[in-house]
């Protein structure tokens, strides 16, 4: 707005220059336009006033019209995918020189790229076809894969371009196609419980910087409410790939953001505009809320909130509070919303939801001592919680045991991993004591800030207590359920030695390790992020093909060479690459049939197209992988590093295997599945992934 006012002001200062050089013309002019004569003194007042807003919005249009085209010439550019296709091509040199002619080099805040940034693009239907099919022919025996084939080739000759027309005029007026139905119908519109679902975790640090719960805890608050107040101000740099920006609009529901459930379909609520002032804090099964900044908008000290946090210790004394509340927000979708509905006709109930939903975080203070070098404590008790403290809605929620090892939970459909993974580090590289461990008191106790004492949430829950009981026995159910296993290998020195791709690696160690516990391959999940385009989120990556199949098989074929099995993890690789940057361009196959099946189904087509009952098409994802973010911030170090993270499996019969690279030597695994389906075993198959990276690692003698 500055830019346009002083846009407009220039103008207006050189046309009123220009009517004062041709004075003579411009009383002709006026007095024509009039058509009369007029007098000495109004045409004075004209031949100031008419030069002044010809100039003010002569140069205000000018000014858009500008931005206007430099933003296309920008989406224009980031468009362009040969910057990490092939880097080292002449024209890239010349589009890294027009990348800084029109951006400069300067960082900007968070959400001052969104318009430049490029609209997610619908692939081809030909090339989705050709695609879809290569990755499902290793799935499919060959009578199978003689069906696909022809469905496919039916869709892309019949409905297919109908309703890839559609996604293309919806591209039109949307700059991204997918976002809305991939939010709906992805995470909203589902009515299974959260827990273990749609939830993920993330762990701390590997050492404890503060070995006190209450200061770890208080400067944990402090640096996220900090991240906030930075975030809004335009402080917090963009990530970006060079001079590629990443997509911010997630980060607006990493504060003051819930999932508030529905009949129907869940909405995500941000309560910003509110301007709330406080956190909650869970202790001993009861919640409370504190201020962590002042009316005049002052974030607390690190001090002043470890004052606020003894005060809630105090308020909460030794006995537990088993009632179980937050056991609601573990249930199913539809009976959550059904109970809330009821609990929201009392007033006290009302507001104690109300100051869940719009605080700028929950921060849990978990009574357990959980040993910081056991990672598979520290992630179920960090994913899982027991029945009473975790608030499953919430987007994210702190948690701190009392051995001060900390942890995040994250409710997923607002926020991917690529997002939270930012504040978090931001928190982790934040920390700061005293040679005790205790938090710095700037102000050395002398600053009154002018914050409320804190006060426990209330609840009536008469009439309620069937349903409590049956929210703990759901929770409890899931809990024991779960089946949550972590481990370390060696990292991604080893592939780089080998001039392979580490990601790459890891899915084909992942791939192997899968074969030789079930003598099949399986549809898998890989995702990429789309954040290079405006709302993008994540697209899959399928890394098993023909290439990955070959390999498997050819690493325990006594008469297979070493060079031929390198050769074919080689291909494997190469593959999975590929399919990778296609993804991270939004032209991978999943989104885009997605999207042409809720066309369709909007169309209500009937019968539906043959390859949407095809067999190939209703697979489940039996391995749904992530490589979890790290870095992504500036100030990383391999010492404050978090250590990874993991989430559920998207099957019941399946694994979800979630792995973080830290540094250059170390891995860390979680795998993640149901003890309730009798053939996996997370246990197991952690296993048969450490022979498999050893084996792998072994072909090349490093």
Avoid at 95 to 119: H, K, N, T, V
Avoid at 202 to 227: C, E, I, N, W
Avoid at 332 to 342: D, F, H, S, V, Y
Avoid at 537 to 552: G, K, L, M, N, Q
């Amino acid at each position: 707005m500055t830019s346009f006012i002083l846009a407009g002001g220039m103008g207006a200062v050189l046309n009123c220059a220009l009517a004062s050089y041709f004075s003579s013309s411009l009383d002709y002019v006026l007095q024509l336009l009039l058509g009369v004569l007029v007098p000495y003194s109004t045409l004075q007042t004209l031949r100031t006033i008419v030069p002044v807003l010809f100039g003010f919005f002569g140069g205000t249009l000018l000014l858009l019209t500008w931005h206007f085209l430099k933003t296309r010439v920008v989406r224009f550019l980031l468009a362009y995918d040969g910057w990490f296709l092939h880097p080292k091509r002449p024209i890239v040199k010349v589009w890294y020189l027009l990348m800084i002619a029109f951006m400069g080099r300067e960082i900007r805040g968070c959400g001052q790229y969104q318009d430049y940034l490029p609209s997610l693009p619908v692939p081809q239907l030909k090339d989705t076809c050709r695609k879809y099919l290569d990755s499902v022919r290793p799935l499919l025996t060959t009578e199978e894969y003689t069906q696909t084939e022809q469905a496919v080739q039916q869709f892309r000759k019949k409905d297919g371009p109908k309703l890839h027309l559609i996604l293309k005029l919806r591209s039109y007026w949307m700059r991204n196609w997918m976002a809305k139905w991939w939010l709906d119908f992805i995470y909203l519109r589902q009515r299974t419980p959260i827990a273990f679902n749609s939830n993920y975790y993330a762990l701390g640090r590997s050492t404890l910087p503060s070995k006190h719960q209450l200061d770890r805890t208080a400067m944990m608050l402090y640096s996220s409410v900090t991240f906030a107040k930075l975030l809004r101000e335009g402080k917090i740099e963009t990530p970006r790939h060079g001079v590629v920006p990443f997509c911010t609009d997630g980060y607006r529901d990493l504060h003051m953001a819930t999932r508030i459930p529905g009949e129907d379909i869940d909405k995500l609520v941000n309560y910003e505009k509110d301007k709330p002032r406080h956190v909650i804090v869970g202790r001993k099964g009861k919640f409370f809320k504190i201020e962590v900044k002042s009316k005049s908008g002052r974030v607390l000290p690190p001090k002043g909130i470890r004052d606020q946090l003894e005060k809630v210790v105090s308020m909460a004394g030794d006995e537990q509070d088993t009632t179980g509340v937050a056991a609601f927000t573990a249930l199913p979708r539809t009976k959550w919303a059904q109970i809330r509905k009821r609990m929201e006709k009392s007033a006290t109930n009302r507001q104690s939801l109300y100051d869940i939903d719009s605080s700028f975080i929950l921060c849990l203070l978990d009574d357990n001592n959980v040993p910081i070098d056991d990672l598979i404590q520290r992630a179920r008790t960090i994913f899982h919680g027991n029945t009473y403290n975790r608030w499953w809605d919430k987007c994210i929620q702190l948690v701190v045991s009392e051995s001060a090892v900390s942890g995040a939970n994250v409710e997923h459909s607002a926020l991917d991993a690529t997002v939270s993974t930012q504040l978090w580090e931001y928190i982790l590289t934040d920390e700061e004591y005293d040679e005790n461990g205790h938090v710095l008191d700037p102000f050395h106790g002398q600053e009154v800030f002018d914050v409320a004492e804190p006060t426990q949430l209330r609840w009536e829950l008469d009439g309620f207590q069937d349903d409590l009981t049956e929210a703990k026995a759901n929770l409890t159910e899931l809990i024991q359920d779960s089946d949550l296993v972590l481990g370390k290998s060696y990292g991604k020195a080893i592939p780089k030695k080998c001039k392979l791709s580490p990601d790459g690696w890891f899915q084909m160690a992942m791939q192997l390790a899968y074969y030789r516990l079930y003598k099949k391959v399986v549809l898998t999940y890989e995702s990429a992020t789309t954040r290079l385009y405006y709302l993008g989120r994540t697209e899959t990556i399928r890394p098993v093909s023909d290439a990955s199949v070959e390999f498997i098989k050819a690493i325990d074929d006594p008469s297979a060479s070493k060079e031929e099995v390198t050769k074919k993890l080689r291909n494997a690789i190469e593959y999975q690459c590929q399919y990778k940057f296609e993804a991270m361009r939004g032209l991978g196959v999943d989104r885009h049939l997605f999207g042409l099946y809720i066309v369709a189904k909007g169309l209500k087509l009937d019968p539906m197209p043959k390859m949407f009952q095809d067999k190939a098409f209703n697979f489940s994802f039996l391995l749904s992988t992530s490589q979890t973010p790290m870095r992504t911030t500036n100030r990383w170090t391999l010492e404050q590093s978090p250590i990874g993270g993991g989430f559920g499996a998207v099957s019941d019969e399946g694994y979800g295997v979630s792995y973080v690279v830290v540094g250059e030597d170390k891995v860390h695994w979680s795998v993640h599945s149901k003890r309730s389906c009798p053939t996996t075993d997370s246990s197991m198959y952690h296993d048969a992934i450490q022979k498999a990276m050893t084996d792998m690692r072994n072909l090349f003698d490093v």
